[in-house]
């Protein structure tokens, strides 16, 4: 009984005193110059971070986001092309790439990708 509250006692405080430790060691005091500069996207890290931002960055994220999941599942259907039957290798691959096209057939038509107005 004695050695099960030890364990108990143990699961619970050692977790604790590692989290209070790494809180207390990692608290940073000083800030140079590269870390209060904006970032890469142009946001400034001192301000407020609720600020509103462009939805056309948005749009152009998802947009490379959609065409970045599209390579990683194209690349293994040449993969597969010596495994499966030929015909049924070429109506999915087929059918996969129409329905990104018409996806970006859409996104042209709705005006995502004019840059300039």
């Given amino acids: ?7 108990m006692m143990m699961s619970m405080g ?13 608290k940073k005091s000083i800030y140079d110059r ?3 500069t904006p970032f890469e996207c142009g946001f400034d890290p001192q301000s407020f ?12 994220a998802m ?3 959609i065409f970045d999941v599209k390579i990683a599942l194209i690349l ?6 010596n495994s499966s039957s030929p015909m ?8 996969f790439i129409t329905i990104l096209i018409l996806g ?8 995502v990708l004019q840059w300039a107005e």
């Fill in 1 to 7: 009984m004695m050695l099960m509250m030890m364990t």
């Fill in 14 to 26: 050692l977790p604790v005193v590692v989290m209070l430790m790494t809180s207390i060691l990692s």
């Fill in 34 to 36: 590269e870390k209060t």
């Fill in 49 to 60: 971070s609720r600020m509103p931002f462009s939805l056309r960055f948005f749009l152009i």
């Fill in 63 to 65: 947009i490379f986001l």
């Fill in 76 to 81: 293994p259907m040449v993969m597969v092309f």
């Fill in 88 to 95: 049924w290798w070429t109506l999915t691959t087929l059918f």
């Fill in 104 to 111: 970006l057939y859409h996104e042209w038509n709705q005006g």
